[in-house]
Structures are given as C-alpha cells and as structure tokens.
C-alpha cells in the first residue's frame, strides 16, 4: 500500500528486519502526512476501502506512540475488515505486546487468505518461523522473492536461513557433508544479489565474510579467504564507530570466536597486509594478534606487539593504554607482578582522561576501576606464596583492600560497584575486620536493594548474617536471614549455614519478633 505516495509495506519490513525505533520521517513531516490522511477520512465522498487505508497509514504514522495508534487501526479494520494489510499489523500488534507468536499467525493466514500475492505477509510470516523453522520460513522467502525480485530483504533473509542452520562443525575442523558446503555456497550467493541491490547494506558483508571464511576452512582455497578478508575489511572499515573502541574490539573478537587460534593468527596477518596502518581499525587487528598469541602462550611475540603499541602511540592515547594492559596481562600469567603493577600503574597515569571524556566507548578492560581490581587480584595472588607467613599475608590483604578501595571510589556502573564492595568484605573477612565486612554487605544491599532479584542482594543477606552470628548478635543474623529468604534467586547457597540458621529458628523464644 503506497497512500500518499509511500510504500508502508517496505518500511514495516525494513523496522523489523534491523529492529528500528527511530522514526522515518521527522514531526513535520509526520503532522502533514496525517493532515492528508484526516483530509481523507472527513471526506465524506470518499470510498470506504481508501478510508480504512487512510486509518491504516495514520496508525503507521503513530505508531511511535503507542497509546495513540491503536485506535487508528481498530478505525481501519471497522471500515473494511478484511484489509490484508491491516490484519498484517494487527498480528504484529498482538506481538509486539503480548509476545503471542499464534496470534499473529492468525492474523497472517486470514491476510493471505484475501490476498495469495500478498508479498509482505509471505515476509512477515517467514520472519515467524526462522528461528524454529527454518526449511519451512525459506519457502515462505522464496515466495516474497518471487513476487518482489528487487527487495534485497527476501535474499537476505533466506541467506539468514541457511547461514543460522549451519552447525558448528565446520569451526572445530571436523570434516563437513556435501550438503553443508552446497548450503554455504547458496547462502553466499543470496547474500551476493542482496549486496547488488543494496551494497550500502554493510551488514551483509559481515555475514558473507563469515561464510567465505567457513568455505576456505573446509577446501583450503586462498581464493575463499581473500574473499573473506575483503568483505570483513569492508564491513570494519565502513562501521560507523564514532570513536567506539569497544565497539570495534568486540565484533573483530565475535568475528573470530570459533575459529582455530593458527588459523586466526594467519587471518589477523593477512589482515594487516591490507588495512591502512596507523588507523583505529589497524591498531584493533594488530591488538587482537597480540592476544592471539597470548591465548597461545607465545608471550614474547605477545609482549613484542604491545610494547610497539606503547612506544608507537601518543602518550596517553586508546591503543597505547590498551598496549601497557595487554603486557600486564602478560606479565601476570608468567608471575611478573611487579612488571605487571608498573604496567597498571602506567594506565592509571596516562588513561585518566580517557575514563573521563571516553567512559561510554572505552573498552572495559582499560577503565580505571578495573585497572585498581587487576592490582588487587596480583596482591590476592600473592597471599598464596606468603600463605606461611602470616605478616607478610596480612600486609598483602590490606594492599589489595586499598585498591578495591581506589575502583570503589571512581566506579560508575552499578554492578561492578557491587562487585568491588562484595570483594573487599571477603577481604576483610580473612583478615577478620568484621565490622568493615559488615559496612561493605551493607552498601551491596543499600546499592541493589531495588533489584530484588540481584544476586549480590541475596549474597549479601547470607554473608552479613554469618558476620552477626560470629559476633554474637543472632537477632540481626535472623533478619537478615529471613530477608534473604524474601529475595528470590535461584543461586545455591551453603547448606550448612541452613543448618546454623535453622538452629535460631528453633530458639525463637529468645527473639521477640517470633511469638
């Protein structure tokens, strides 16, 4: 339906397909799209078929708000009740705010009932059923790409179809069928017509890279990973990352999750042959061999890449502070605490002006807050090589309680807060500070008491109530044992502090809130 000269068809498609939420006009715009649409629907000598898409295309246009719309297309459906492409929207009404997969199928066949060549219900209905039923949703594309051969979404998401049904065998080198290797193949060639009739779409060459790189995996043929490596350079080079570094480490990892770690380091190699050097996207391929050696214990490669990104980059700068981490890294898997604290305590020097203007696209490994935690894990650590030695255990216990100390007083984010209080009460528990361990549960519970559900809440109850029982105060360990009760959580908890509670349970002529 194209009323006012516009396909709300393709838009409704287009929103569900990429999970849109912004408008597709601006409010101007919008206001005078509706004032036509009220234009035909107070003409009284209007049909009632153009009435009904009148109502329809004024739902459209409000759909953004939401306790608005609905009336609209109630409007639409009175008018003429059988609309296809009303009925269409109704089902993904039913959807969107109920979650009723079976109602809006309903809704989908009565559309197609009334209308076979229906191209956005075939679509819409094909969308249903991908997840659970692949081989039956392709057909339903299949039609959608017979009745609009120019749509790249139809190719695009039977490509989806077949590339989702794939299994991880042909990441763990294990020898595929041929059927596997013909389904990649027509999964990289529906993602191919997609990118002809859209080659903005850059999406589209993640999903074929990945592909391509499947295909060299099982034949070995440079061709499949120059391919490869083409559509990825692309797809990393036209993200629009807006200085999101975190952004961009996460897909390159994502990109590489289950593939063979030589294989990666080749991939990464070739990659740096071709990407633009001293750009974001090099410095993030070059940081990720790094930590492909790494994860292979080749430390020295590992430490020869980051110490480059240290000297290379600007004093202070993303790639640089990553660089001192990585090696820092390093340096705490071969016991090279003290290397690895220098290196930590580099990034709390040159890095505080990114957490400052750069908190939200920094990634979470270089913020300040669990820079201070990596320096209280090396102290942790290093208890165990002082467990005989009493002063040397306690003088560690307290460095590692002054630098959660440190994270808890610049984190910005609720649950690492919670995370760092959680592990400096522990702390202060060996070192038998109960008092202190007791403020640190009591700020857990103050931070997430909201959430009833959070998991720190319920721990938090537990370990301050064994702290209560230790210092002899068993009516407080009661209730914070009964409040633990009341938060739910499926995490297991110690049996035998059950046992020790359901002894107070059994005493509660001494508590007066028991009667």
Known sequence: MNLFGIDFDELLLTNFYYFKSEKDFPDVRISELISQADEVISNKTEIRQRKAEAYLVKFQLMSYQYKLAPKFL??????????????????????????????????INRALEKDPIYACAWMIRGYSLHIYNSKQAITYFEKYIKLIPDSPLGYIKYADCLKNNLPYIAYMDMKPDKEIIQNIKEAIYYYSKAICLKSSDIEIYHDRAELYLLLYLFNKKEQDKNKSLSDLIKYLEELPINGDIEHLQIITKSFFHYINKSVKEKYLLDMLKIVSKNTDLYWCIYNELADCYSDQN?????????????????????WQILGYYGRA???????????????????????????????????????????????????????????????????????????YSKAIEISKIG?????????????????????????????????????????????????????????????????DFVRMS????????????????????TEKKEFEIIK
């Not at 109960?434 to 938090?460: G, M, P, Q, R």
Request: hydrophobic residues 30%.
């Open 74 to 107: 109630k409007k639409a459906l009175k008018l003429c009740p059988n609309m296809p492409q009303a009925l269409i929207r109704k089902g993904i009404f039913y959807y969107l705010k109920e979650g009723n997969n079976v109602k809006m199928l309903e809704y």
């Open 298 to 318: 080749y430390f020295t490669k590992a430490n020869i890449i980051f110490t480059k990104m240290i000297n290379k980059k600007n004093s202070g700068s993303i």
């Open 329 to 403: 890294s390093v340096y705490n898997k071969n016991k090279k605490y003290e290397k690895a604290l220098n290196d930590y305590a580099s990034i709390i020097k040159h890095g505080s002006w990114i957490n400052e203007n750069l908190f939200s696209k920094i990634p979470y490994d270089i913020s300040l807050d669990n820079v201070y935690k990596q320096r209280a894990d090396i102290y942790k650590y290093r208890i165990w090589d002082y467990c005989y030695n009493i002063e040397e255990n306690i003088e560690l216990n307290k460095k590692a309680i002054e630098e």
């Open 415 to 479: 649950s690492r807060l919670g995370s760092h209080y959680r592990e400096r009460a522990k702390l202060h528990m060996e070192i038998e500070e109960y008092n202190n361990a007791i403020d640190d549960y009591t700020a857990i519970i103050d931070l997430h008491n909201k959430k009833k559900s959070s998991y720190y809440v319920k721990e938090a109850y537990e370990e301050r109530s064994k702290l209560y029982l230790k210092q002899g105060n068993r009516e407080k360990a009661f209730e």
């Open 486 to 505: 009341e938060v739910e959580n499926e995490e297991q908890y110690d049996d035998s502090f059950n046992v020790s509670v359901g002894n107070l349970i």
